[in-house]
């Protein structure tokens, strides 16, 4: 199975990313973490995008606040997939989430809402079960469970109104 790359701009972005980190691991998808900036260590992003189909990604997460160019930056240097998750800083994380969906053509990135990094592991999960027939029935499952805990809630919540 490919990996994930999940690519955050600081470090403080990481209780965002802890919930991208469980949801792989709940999928069982082998990923790696980095710290990587677009404006501070920007040959290392671009260095980093450029290898990683060679090196064995499938997919790139890339978390940033703010001006948030990381996702863009990762995106024109490789034709993996990337998964941009916009996180609330400045301007509650507006400013993030229109940086990363204003993406010129050519330069495609996918943006999942503010803070939400368990999104981005399961977005990244469906595309790498394109090719995974295992991983596709795990997502499969996942929609089941959550069906029946909404089934679950709606008959305590008849039983709690008779």
Do not use: C, W, Y
């Not at 470090?11 to 900036?37: C, G, Q, R, W, Y």
Request: aromatic letters at 4%.
């Amino acid at each position: 199975m490919k990996k994930v790359a999940v690519i955050m701009g600081s470090d403080s972005d990481l209780p965002i990313l802890e919930k991208t980190f469980k949801k792989l691991k709940d999928f069982n998808i082998p990923f790696e973490a980095h710290v990587m900036s677009a404006h501070r260590t920007p040959v290392q992003a671009a260095e980093f995008a450029s290898n990683a189909l060679r090196n064995g990604f499938g997919v790139i997460i890339a978390a940033a606040g703010m001006a948030a160019h990381l996702a863009g930056i990762i995106a024109a240097h490789t034709t993996l997939p990337v998964i941009a998750i916009p996180i609330k800083s400045s301007l509650d994380g507006l400013d993030a989430l229109l940086a990363m969906v204003q993406m010129p053509p050519g330069i495609p990135v996918a943006a999942v809402a503010i803070d939400g990094g368990e999104n981005a592991a399961i977005l990244a999960a469906q595309i790498l079960a394109l090719g995974d027939e295992g991983l596709a029935k795990k997502l499969d499952q996942m929609k089941v469970d959550m069906a029946q805990k909404v089934l679950e809630k709606d008959k305590q919540l008849q039983e709690k109104l008779k």
